[in-house]
């Protein structure tokens, strides 16, 4: 079992930045390929970051490459997400997700991660 806990969303402006944290409990975080999801209202759910277990391999879509950046400190059980140049059409609920399938890369398919966040909101107002 994986809980999740994500920090750090909020209201800035356009161009700002935020990082968002993702706290992790349990042993096995280190193990588990790692991912961030957002969903806008009235929009489906929709990938924004990824990142392979050690870490050495991550993936952003073209929708926030460049501006956003996935790391982990496994020592810490913490995920982030540097968020940069923030327009308003990132403003969505930001979650965390955790696959536990043990994989050495990482996955952008929702379906492939099991252990959620809560989530947290990011508004960017322009």
């Known amino acids: 079992q994986v809980q999740l806990v994500e920090s750090g969303g909020g209201l800035v402006r356009a161009g700002d930045s935020l990082r968002l944290s993702c706290a992790a409990s349990?042993?096995?975080?280190?193990?588990?390929?790692m991912g961030w999801f957002r969903q806008a209202p009235g929009k489906d759910r929709e990938f924004v970051a990824g990142?392979?277990?050690?870490?050495?391999?991550?993936y952003t879509p073209d929708s926030v490459k460049g501006r956003f950046t996935i790391s982990r400190d496994n020592a810490k059980n913490t995920l982030y997400l540097q968020m940069n140049s923030l327009k308003p059409e990132d403003t969505a609920v930001y979650y965390c997700?955790?696959?536990?399938?043990?994989?050495?890369?990482?996955?952008?398919?929702?379906?492939?991660?099991?252990?959620w966040g809560q989530g947290t909101q990011v508004t960017v107002s322009s």
């Open positions: 997700a955790a696959d536990s399938r043990l994989t050495m890369g990482l996955t952008i398919r929702q379906s492939d991660y099991d252990y």
């Open positions: 349990g042993r096995t975080f280190s193990a588990y390929p």
């Open positions: 990142i392979n277990w050690m870490g050495d391999s991550t």
